[in-house]
């Protein structure tokens, strides 16, 4: 076991946790995705329950990153359904899938880097905010009041994370793993119900995992947050996951509990033959 996962195990969530998972929040049938002649996916079907942890993993070049962008409106499959609370979305637009509640960070972090920490938490807010510039002219107490209570909670993110000491400082100036806990308070700015994370951990050292591992956890633990979570580090993702899909060339190869998952031939044979 590594020191991270035993480190997680310790802080997993409590026994209670399977018990609180809900209904189906988000169903995927039957999706493929094509660029050109590469299949990125094909004829993936999965779903995701109520805050659950659910993790999607697979090679390199497997299509874990093309499965987000179909989630949040970024791509869109050629075939297959997308049922999000129930509804079906035709034509998902990722500012569509933000007002509806998903929130996602990026492989590679994308966050204004000469802007502070708390600016950069209080875009997340944007969604959230009524008053425009006009809004703000005309009726400057009312948006006044608006701009003290985002701030609040952009506040609040910022001790949750804690990361109050680098509050003022800009991004550009703080370390990897720093950056990407600035990132995900961006997402968790918007209040999101289902969180997509992809490669939260990537490039960050031990502790910073570990400290990345316990934020996901409370995430889940605290706001009740659904999370969708792409991430390469085996012990991580099988200790706190509730499920894990496994996609290998586009396809989908294993689905299930982490437990069964590990077990499963095809999941096994095509780690051994990827170099990771
Ligand atoms: N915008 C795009 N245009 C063309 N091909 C793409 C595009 N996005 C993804 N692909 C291709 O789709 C396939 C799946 O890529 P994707 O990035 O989803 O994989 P991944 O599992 O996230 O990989 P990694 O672990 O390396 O991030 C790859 O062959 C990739 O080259």
Not at 137 to 150: F, K, T, V
Not at 176 to 188: I, M, T
Not at 259 to 266: C, F, S, T, W
Request: charged share 25%; proline share 5%.
């Amino acid at each position: 076991m590594n020191d991270i996962a035993s480190a997680v195990r310790e802080q997993a969530p409590p026994a209670g946790h399977a018990g609180r998972i809900g209904g189906v929040v988000l169903d995927l049938q039957g999706i493929s995705l094509s660029f050109g002649g590469v299949k990125a996916l094909t004829d993936i079907s999965f779903d995701v329950r109520e805050h659950e942890i659910r993790s999607i993993i697979g090679p390199n070049g497997a299509g874990k990153s093309s499965m987000l962008n179909v989630i949040n409106g970024v791509y869109h499959p050629q075939q297959g359904r997308i049922l999000f609370r129930g509804e079906e979305r035709r034509r998902m637009e990722p500012h569509r899938a933000a007002a509806q509640g998903i929130a996602r960070t990026f492989q590679n972090i994308a966050l204004f880097k000469g802007m502070s920490v708390l600016d950069n938490i209080m875009t997340g807010r944007n969604l959230k905010m009524r008053c425009g510039l006009l809004r703000h002219a005309l009726y400057w107490g009312p948006a006044q009041r608006e701009e003290i209570a985002h701030r609040l909670k952009v506040e609040e993110i910022i001790d949750f994370l804690e990361i109050q000491g680098i509050r003022k400082t800009p991004v550009g100036r703080l370390p990897y793993g720093l950056q990407k806990r600035v990132e995900l308070g961006r997402a968790l700015a918007a209040e999101p119900s289902l969180l997509l994370l992809d490669e939260p951990m990537a490039g960050m050292n031990v502790e910073e995992k570990q400290d990345m591992c316990r934020f996901i956890l409370d995430v889940n633990d605290q706001f009740g947050t659904t999370i969708v979570l792409i991430e390469h580090d085996m012990g991580v993702v099988m200790d706190i996951s509730d499920r894990v899909v496994v996609l290998d060339y586009g396809r989908k190869i294993g689905d299930g509990p982490p437990d069964e998952v590990k077990r499963n031939p095809e999941v096994i044979a095509a780690y051994l033959g990827a170099a990771h």
